[in-house]
């Protein structure tokens, strides 16, 4: 009788003080089961690239190493969203600095214009764009590299695409689903600051009160179901 009083308290409170955020954990539970992170990424609206680079054809830029602060440690050719034959080069402590090919100039730090086209083009039935905002810190929607363009298009799913201002890479892509998710993802892991760290002590803690308040559960389950030899035992 003793352990069923216990198990009684300890369930009716502990469910009272848990319940919400056990709430929290099966809805956004059924939220990513139902949403495919593949649209959430918004992958679904990445425009076709057909245009392919052909490394060997191109050649190296006679005047590239005077268009350089320093020897790179790192050259990527590469074709831009917009199709322009294009260089990164990395440093070991410099920024990655881009050269248009045909021009055999730099173009990095990209302007908002230049940014707003290659977001532009990797987006297949790309809307009007809203806006181009430079990002020089890290915030909730976008902990990439910096700084990077945020441009924001004017359509019904919220989609902003950032794009890197030193090498004009595509590096993430945001919607009003993504934000749900995100939002989403720091109830269910309890991290409301960042919405990454899942290794909480308040997570064991909510974790730990929920256990102990299904363990409690199952052993009023019988009690609760009024079995019959049970209720014999406990009358005695």
Wanted: aromatic share 8%; net charge positive.
């Amino acid at each position: 009788m003793k352990l069923i009083t216990a198990a009684s308290f300890l369930h009716k409170w502990l469910a009272l003080i848990i319940g919400v955020q056990v709430i929290f954990w099966f809805v956004s539970g059924a939220f990513f089961a139902l949403f495919p992170i593949e649209r959430v990424r918004s992958e679904h609206r990445i425009a076709e690239q057909h245009a392919t680079l052909n490394v060997a054809d191109l050649g190296m830029p006679s005047d590239l190493a005077g268009l350089l602060p320093q020897a790179p440690t790192k050259l990527t050719f590469e074709r831009s969203s917009t199709g322009e034959e294009v260089v990164v080069a990395e440093f070991a402590n410099h920024r990655p600095i881009l050269v248009d090919l045909a021009s055999q100039r730099v173009v990095s730090p990209l302007t908002a214009e230049a940014a707003s086209r290659i977001a532009s083009a990797s987006v297949a039935r790309a809307p009007r764009v809203r806006e181009a905002r430079l990002i020089t810190n890290e915030t909730p929607e976008y902990r990439g590299i910096l700084p990077a363009w945020r441009v924001a298009f004017d359509d019904a799913e919220g989609l902003a695409v950032y794009v890197a201002a030193d090498t004009g890479r595509v590096t993430a892509r945001r919607s009003d689903l993504w934000r749900l998710y995100d939002a989403l993802w720091a109830l269910h892991i309890m991290d409301w600051r960042d919405h990454e760290n899942f290794n909480t002590g308040l997570l064991f803690l909510a974790s730990l009160t929920a256990l102990i308040v299904t363990l409690a559960g199952i052993v009023l389950l019988p009690y609760r179901l009024r079995l019959p030899r049970l209720q014999r035992t406990t009358r005695r």
